[in-house]
């Protein structure tokens, strides 16, 4: 059984097509990192996912079973991080607890309870009186109290503050540790991302552009920087993402880069080149934001 | 706890600032009271006041909720709040909706409750105890439903709302369309008809949102897509169903009647008017037009009791016809058709009456004389044109032509013994009394010689000069009623009377100085004088009863009533019954009278020779 998978999901508003032929598995146990930029798709297929649209086309499983018709039943094996906390402003967070008590047959009252002085948030507080990070935590502490088999998060930390980010992700991957939970997210965040995810999936205009583990993806992505220009890097079977002109010289990002064939093509060309590890938000830059929009 | 209820319970939680709200509300009962202007009846003005608030309250929160309690969260795109939970759809819409639907019961309850307890009798005086109870709550439901539904169309901001107007347009003109015909026929069928359409629009706004949770969910413009496909579909298969229906119920030949309710037959004999009932279409009662010679017929939307006005020639028939579904009784319509053209339809006249207003045809059937509340009109058939039109006072009981240019107007007043008599002349378009007679008892209708030159009056047994009233002479019998009483071709009156517990009914037969000529016994009951027949034959109908030894119901008499002998009896057959003329339907010879035997099959029969013949 995977977490989840997407068969080819084509996710339609009138004529125009916001989620393009979409595929792609995560594995139980996983932590997966759907990355675009806005309006590439990720809500859409969010959606698709905790049952509140039906793709046009193709099909949307967790844990098995489809997320639109089996909405019901998932969700009680689900929690949910929405971007924009969805609970009505003038409950109360205990009036929260108490709601989702009785819909939740695995509810945790001690659990939610615990995570929520953690948080320093008043149990009599309204949502609508609690800052934005707040009513993330908040709604973080209810889908964590359901014990869910998988949590999505959908942009988990839009409008957070660092402590704010730094406290909910921690929580995620203390339970993450303890109870071995599937996660999807969606984020802008890409630093805690890094640490967390197994694997990446870069959408860009309604297609995945990108769907790999994040190790081998950050093994295969360098910067080269060569003194002169121009750089004919197809001799050497270097698959540039982007190449600009970097001072007298030229910058490019490959994205199958191997040590053994550069050092070679280095000694044979005699170019002066400065080869650097990229960070994961270097590598969305390049794939969703250069070549992107 | 259910989440149905789980969900209820957090709306109520969540909207508990609305009973405060009515209670505050449930004051104002008794702050009005301590108005000077109603201190003289204050647990009435308490009364008053807590019924109404009640009422508005009630009805007022069930619109807001329902405009509200779903769609505000679909808009605030809050309702992802409710699918990222284990509940299904219809946990969703019940939940919310026993909530609205509670809140609403529970704002009239705090409002109203200490009003009643307050006034006890005056409330219940006031709004009929709990017999309000019902109304309101489905006025409560109702309220709720049709705002989540226009809620749910219009602020969705899509412009399929276009589209819903559109359908709602069609639709309404389809219920008026479907039931028009049943309803101007006076079927109460058409209303039962009407209900069922509009319960099945209650129960489709009840589930249609249903199908919107399940196929819309949290998105607002597919959630209104859902609604309207769900509401549009279920109005096209109950209407369809509906309109098949009222089609095959309005769809019924004469051939297909097996009880016949009224049987009227032209003077010349050439048309009859039938109304029948046909089975398993409730009360429905078609009525027509049949051209006896050619069995032709014309389906005419009048009611059924109400019959029609042949002219005297039978050239031409006329009818009132309802124009209006809301009040089918007083909005009405004369149509006339002519007789004497094979192909001729029905003609509308333009001229609209209400019902209790009299009319008829001119002798040769050119015009028609109309009484309205306040006038008298007359108009030419052929040209539409209103020939006179002059006030009256008074209620018209009767007017026929005396010529094609004269008509008489009886006018009483309603429990009156006085009969007044006007006279219109159509060229010169005056309306001038011509007389007045007074008798001992409340004037019934009074039954005019075929000359328009006598008129008897029933109850009284007064026979007087048709245009001054001059009392001609009193009959030393009581006439029961206006069936049992004519002036013939020849003057001679026949009064039939039936003595309670006899075997018979006594025809007697007077000269026209009020002298008795004959008595005639006529075994049965009833003495019903349908026709007169060329020759001196008086037709009359009486009732046997269902334990006649002879095993039959009714029996047709022909009375030679120069020799005041019965000619003819003829078992189980009756018709035609041309009673709403104040003249007596006369018939020549040869006439083949329309009639329905024990079969109740219509048959022909000659009155001169007896013989009786299946009509095809």
């Known amino acids: 059984m995977t977490?989840?998978?997407?068969?080819?999901?084509?996710?339609?508003?009138?004529?125009?097509?916001?989620?393009?032929?979409?595929?792609?598995?995560?594995?139980?146990?996983?932590?997966?990192?759907?990355?675009?930029?806005?309006?590439?798709?990720?809500s859409s297929l969010v959606r698709a996912l905790t049952g509140n649209l039906r793709a046009d086309l193709g099909k949307m499983e967790v844990l098995g079973k489809d997320a639109w018709s089996g909405r019901a039943p998932l969700m009680e094996r689900v929690g949910i991080v929405s971007e924009e906390p969805d609970a009505p402003p003038e409950m109360r967070v205990k009036e929260l607890a108490w709601f989702s008590s009785r819909l939740y047959s695995r509810w945790q009252q001690k659990a939610f309870d615990e995570r929520i002085a953690r948080f320093g948030i008043a149990q009599t507080s309204r949502m609508g009186e609690l800052s934005k990070g707040q009513k993330k935590q908040v709604t973080l502490a209810l889908a964590l109290a359901i014990s869910p088999e998988v949590l999505i998060l959908d942009d988990p930390t839009l409008g957070l503050d660092v402590v704010a980010r730094k406290s909910l992700f921690e929580e995620v991957i203390a339970h993450m540790a303890d109870f071995g939970i599937t996660v999807f997210m969606t984020t802008h965040d890409l630093a805690p991302v890094e640490a967390v995810a197994d694997r990446v999936g870069i959408l860009r205009n309604g297609k995945l552009v990108l769907d790999e583990e994040i190790d081998t993806l950050k093994s295969r992505f360098r910067r080269i920087r060569f003194a002169s220009q121009p750089v004919a890097l197809s001799t050497a079977n270097l698959i540039a993402a982007t190449v600009r002109q970097w001072g007298s010289g030229t910058e490019a990002v490959v994205s199958n880069y191997d040590d053994l064939a550069f050092e070679r093509f280095r000694?044979?060309?005699?170019?002066?080149?400065?080869?650097?590890?990229?960070?994961?938000?270097?590598?969305?830059?390049?794939?969703?934001?250069e070549q992107g929009e | 706890m259910s989440s149905t209820l789980v969900i209820a319970s957090r709306e109520l939680r969540e909207r508990s600032r609305v009973f405060v709200m009515a209670g505050a509300m449930a004051l104002m009962p008794f702050l009005a009271a301590l108005i000077p202007a109603v201190s003289s009846d204050r647990p009435q003005a308490i009364a008053g006041v807590g019924g109404f608030l009640g009422v508005a309250m009630a009805l007022g929160v069930a619109l807001a909720l329902g405009g509200s309690t779903i769609v505000g969260d679909l808009v605030s795109r809050r309702m992802s709040f409710y699918f990222s939970k284990p509940v299904s759809p219809a946990a969703i819409w019940f939940g919310k909706m026993l909530a609205a639907l509670a809140m609403s019961v529970a704002c009239f309850v705090i409002i109203a409750a200490p009003a009643f307890l307050a006034t006890g009798n005056q409330w219940i005086a006031t709004f009929g105890g709990t017999r309000l109870l019902p109304y309101l709550g489905g006025?409560?439901?109702?309220?709720?439903?049709?705002?989540?539904?226009?809620?749910?169309?219009?602020?969705?901001?899509?412009?399929?709302?276009?589209?819903?107007?559109?359908?709602?347009?069609?639709c309404l003109g389809a219920i008026f369309y479907i039931v028009k015909p049943l309803v101007l026929a006076g079927a109460v069928i058409g209303l039962i008809l009407l209900g069922i359409i509009g319960g099945a629009i209650i129960l489709t706004l009840f589930f249609a949102p249903l199908w919107q949770l399940a196929r819309g969910r949290s998105d607002i413009k597919r959630s209104h897509i859902a609604l309207s496909r769900a509401i549009w579909t279920s109005a096209v298969i109950v209407l369809a169903v509906a309109g098949l229906y009222a089609a095959w119920v309005v769809n019924v030949a004469p051939k297909d009647f097996t009880y016949i309710v009224d049987l009227e037959q032209s003077p010349g004999g050439n048309a009859i008017f039938l109304t029948g009932a046909t089975p398993a279409r409730g009360d429905y009662r078609a009525s027509y037009i049949v051209d006896l010679n050619s069995g032709k017929y014309e389906r005419i939307d009048t009611l059924p009791w109400w019959g029609v006005r042949f002219s005297q020639s039978g050239n031409a028939v006329a009818w009132m016809q309802p124009v209006s579904l809301i009040k089918p009784a007083e909005q009405l319509e004369i149509y006339t058709k002519r007789l004497d053209q094979p192909d001729a339809r029905a003609v509308a006249t333009g001229i609209r009456r209400s019902m209790g207003n009299d009319f008829a045809l001119s002798p040769e059937g050119t015009r028609v004389v109309v009484a309205s509340a306040q006038t008298i009109a007359v108009q030419d058939l052929a040209s539409h044109r209103i020939l006179a039109s002059v006030p009256k006072s008074g209620f018209a009981v009767e007017l026929y032509f005396v010529t094609p240019d004269v008509v008489r107007v009886h006018l009483a007043h309603p429990n009156s013994s006085t009969l007044e008599i006007y006279?219109?002349?159509?060229?010169?378009?005056?309306?001038?009394?011509?007389?007045?007679?007074?008798?001992?008892?409340?004037?019934?209708?009074?039954?005019v010689s075929p000359d328009g030159s006598r008129i008897v009056l029933p109850r009284s047994g007064v026979v007087a000069d048709a245009r001054t009233g001059a009392i001609v002479t009193k009959l030393p019998v009581v006439m029961p009623s206006h069936a049992g009483t004519a002036i013939l071709s020849d003057g001679t009156i026949a009064v039939s009377k039936h003595a309670k517990g006899a075997p018979q009914v006594t025809l007697s037969l007077f000269a026209p100085d009020g002298t008795l000529k004959h008595e005639v016994?006529?075994?049965?009951?009833?003495?019903?004088?349908?026709?007169?027949?060329?020759?001196?034959?008086?037709?009359?109908?009486?009732?046997?009863?269902?334990?006649?030894?002879?095993?039959n119901k009714s029996r047709m008499y022909v009375v030679d009533t120069a020799r005041g002998t019965i000619e003819r009896a003829i078992n189980d057959l009756h018709g035609p019954w041309n009673w709403r003329n104040p003249q007596l339907a006369h018939f020549s010879a040869n006439a083949k009278l329309v009639a329905v035997n024990g079969d109740r099959k219509l048959v022909t029969w000659n009155p001169t020779t007896g013989a009786v013949t299946p009509l095809k």
């Open chain 1, 267 to 289: 000694d044979v060309s005699h170019l002066q080149a400065e080869v650097t590890p990229m960070s994961l938000e270097e590598i969305f830059i390049a794939v969703a934001g």
């Open chain 2, 521 to 551: 016994a006529l075994p049965g009951r009833g003495g019903w004088i349908m026709a007169e027949v060329e020759g001196g034959k008086l037709v009359v109908m009486n009732s046997l009863g269902e334990n006649d030894a002879s095993g």
């Open chain 2, 139 to 170: 006025g409560i439901l109702l309220m709720f439903l049709i705002s989540h539904t226009l809620n749910t169309m219009v602020r969705s901001r899509s412009a399929l709302v276009g589209l819903d107007f559109v359908l709602t347009a069609v």
């Open chain 2, 423 to 447: 006279e219109l002349d159509i060229p010169s378009k005056k309306f001038v009394k011509t007389g007045e007679v007074t008798t001992d008892r409340t004037y019934v209708n009074a039954h």
């Open chain 1, 3 to 42: 977490g989840i998978r997407a068969e080819h999901v084509t996710i339609r508003y009138g004529k125009r097509t916001a989620v393009d032929d979409v595929s792609f598995d995560v594995v139980p146990g996983s932590v997966y990192a759907l990355l675009g930029r806005n309006g590439a798709g990720k």
